[in-house]
């Protein structure tokens, strides 16, 4: 079964640290394109980052500079570092896979997000 | 990185239809057909609906329809039932490998 299995939220105080992790099983991280995406209370969704199947990696404006998307393929594992945390960075974190077709044997990937972890709640405050 | 534009919130009774609409600029919705739809019930984590503007996931179902025209697209849900009732999202490809979320529509079923 393909999954996804967020932890490392918790309660931090402002310019705090926080390390993020997302667990996946039934298909390789490594393969695919993962994201963040995060929800702030009684709000919607935001786009924060995503990290390509070469590595590359991107950031919304919002968290530029101050988090880090990274993967350990022995693992299989997805991580989000979170520095220099400000109460605005409060939600519910989600790691989710970009949707991917083979077809004749090469990838497609259609940037939409077909497979959602559970979500890990952020608490900034002091 | 500006949201896209969403109806707070739009209603139907059962059996009805309703479309969502969401609205970007040249530089995303306008310039790309990577727009997605989600539904999220309380609580829950996001389910991809729509893709690529039009497709369907296996599995939904095909009371869901996407479009899109210029810098809007839109969700379209035909028939609707109780268990619709929901928030919906959409998103677009945003260009320099990001993507932007719209504010989201809370869908009531009368």
């Known amino acids: 079964e393909v999954q996804l299995v967020e932890s490392g939220g918790g309660l931090v105080q402002p310019g705090g640290s926080l390390r993020l992790s997302c667990a996946a099983s039934g298909f390789t991280v490594s393969s695919n394109y993962m994201n963040w995406v995060r929800q702030a209370p009684g709000k919607g969704l935001e786009w924060v980052s995503i990290i390509y199947s070469g590595g590359s990696t991107y950031y919304a404006d919002s968290v530029k500079g101050r988090f880090t998307i990274s993967r350990d393929n022995s693992k299989n594992t997805l991580y989000l570092q979170m520095n220099s945390l400000r109460v605005e960075d409060t939600a519910v974190y989600y790691c989710?896979?970009?949707?991917?077709?083979?077809?004749?044997?090469?990838?497609?990937?259609?940037?939409?997000?077909?497979?959602w972890g559970q979500g890990t709640t952020v608490t900034v405050s002091s | 990185q500006s949201a896209l534009t969403q109806p707070a919130s739009v209603s139907g009774s059962p059996g009805q239809s309703i479309t969502i609409s969401c609205t970007g600029a040249?530089?995303?919705?306008?310039?790309?057909?990577?727009v997605s739809w989600y539904q999220q019930h309380p609580g829950k984590a996001p389910k991809l609906m729509i893709y690529?503007?039009?497709k369907r996931p296996s599995g939904v179902s095909n009371r869901f329809s996407g479009s899109k025209s210029g810098n809007t697209a839109s969700l379209t849900i035909s028939g609707l039932q109780a268990d619709d009732e929901a928030d919906y999202y959409c998103c677009s490809y945003a260009g320099s490998s990001t993507r932007v979320f719209g504010g989201g529509t809370k869908l009531t079923v009368l």
């Open positions: 690529e503007g039009t």
């Open positions: 989710a896979r970009d949707l991917v077709v083979v077809v004749a044997a090469a990838p497609y990937f259609y940037y939409a997000l077909d497979v």
């Open positions: 040249r530089s995303d919705v306008g310039s790309y057909n990577f």
